[in-house]
């Protein structure tokens, strides 16, 4: 637990210097969470190597990931049109977050979240995180407290629609992690094509 302590607290200061308004100006973002990605990534690697074994490449697997990530796409959409009409800040604030990849390669941030940032977030957060917490309390616990901090990780933003929609894609990517852990692959796919379709293809 003290190994999975430490790699959550550098998370916490990782994303803290990213998003947060006081210190999101001293880098950039995108490059940022990729390196900060990986290396999560590895750390929980080098700790836990057996998260491979989850991970099987299948054309159902290919099909899982496709139809999980449509089907959060679409939760966000739908929830969207919700927060804009309940909330005056919704808007603006979904426009700041979209507002991160101004001036950037589309093909670039795709490839980014593609092959990097979205399997290197699952790698940590589910493989590992979620893992190592429902080993220790139960499946259950493990993925309320993994979600948690998972949103937690994203409140240095002061941004509310940022922070729900950590807590609702965890939620999302948790819930399939806690019921099928050996369809990893198909979570991974998920979370890297929903990535992708919401900040470049189909951004909502």
């Known amino acids: ?13 990782l994303w803290t210097i ?16 990729t390196a900060s990605a990986a290396t999560l990534a590895i750390y929980a690697t080098c700790v836990r190597p057996q998260w491979w074994r989850q991970v099987k490449w299948k054309g159902t697997e290919l099909l899982l990931g496709i139809g999980i990530a449509v089907a959060l796409w679409s939760i966000f959409w739908v929830g969207d049109r919700i927060a804009v009409w309940l909330f005056d800040f919704a808007r603006p604030q979904v426009d700041l977050i979209y507002g991160m990849k101004t001036g950037k390669s589309p093909w670039l941030l795709g490839g980014l979240m593609l092959l990097l940032i979205g399997p290197a977030e699952e790698i940590f957060w ?18 309320i407290m993994a979600t948690l901090l998972y949103t937690l990780v994203h409140v240095a933003s002061c941004n509310f629609m940022l922070i729900m929609a950590a807590l609702v ?8 992690y806690r019921f099928f852990p050996n369809h990893l692959g198909a979570i991974i796919l998920s979370h890297a094509l929903w990535d992708v379709a919401v900040f470049v293809v189909f951004p909502i």
């Open 126 to 143: 589910r493989s590992y995180v979620q893992h190592t917490l429902s080993a220790r309390y139960t499946p259950n616990k493990g993925f």
């Open 18 to 33: 990213m998003f947060s308004p006081l210190t999101a100006h001293w880098v950039n973002f995108w490059y940022m969470m």
């Open 169 to 176: 894609a965890g939620a999302v990517w948790g819930l399939c």
């Open 1 to 13: 637990m003290r190994k999975l302590l430490i790699a959550i607290l550098v998370a916490a200061l």
